[in-house]
Nanobody
Framework: QVQLVESGGGLVQTGGSLRLSCLAS????????MGWFRQAPGKEREFVAA????????DYADSVKGRFTISRDNAKSTVSLEMNSLKPEDTAIYYC???WGAGLRSKESEYAYWGRGTQVTVSS
């Protein structure tokens, strides 16, 4: 059974930084795309970033480009999201997800497994 466990969320001031991590277990981590999504209060869940199975390619939502960096360590079955220059509008629950395949994916339906999420709150 696949399990994804996020960590690293918290409260930070505008302009600050946080690093989220996600530990995966249950199937061959290195074979699958990994992604981060977020859901703000009263809004639908949205794509944030994705990284191909081998880490060679990444994709970002326009709203986070230049501020967030996704990375993975296949030896440790972890994917991380480094978040810099945080804004109040980044406040949300952040979810780690594992795709159906190796290639980059940005739609929720293209992800097979999800973590429970970690709260990120950016104060103004």
């Amino acid at each position: 059974q696949v399990q994804l466990v996020e960590s690293g969320g918290g409260l930070v001031q505008t302009g600050g930084s946080l690093r989220l991590s996600c530990l995966a277990s249950g199937r061959a981590f290195s074979a699958y795309c990994m992604g981060w999504f977020r859901q703000a209060p009263g809004k639908e869940r949205e794509f944030v970033a994705a990284i191909r199975s081998n880490g060679e390619y990444t994709d970002y939502a326009d709203s986070v480009k230049g501020r967030f960096t996704i990375s993975r360590d296949n030896a440790k079955s972890t994917v991380s999201l480094e978040m810099n220059s945080l804004k109040p509008e980044d406040t949300a629950i952040y979810y780690c997800a594992q795709g159906w395949g190796a290639g980059l994916r940005s739609k929720e339906s293209e992800y097979a497994y999800w973590g429970r999420g970690t709260q990120v709150t950016v104060s103004s």
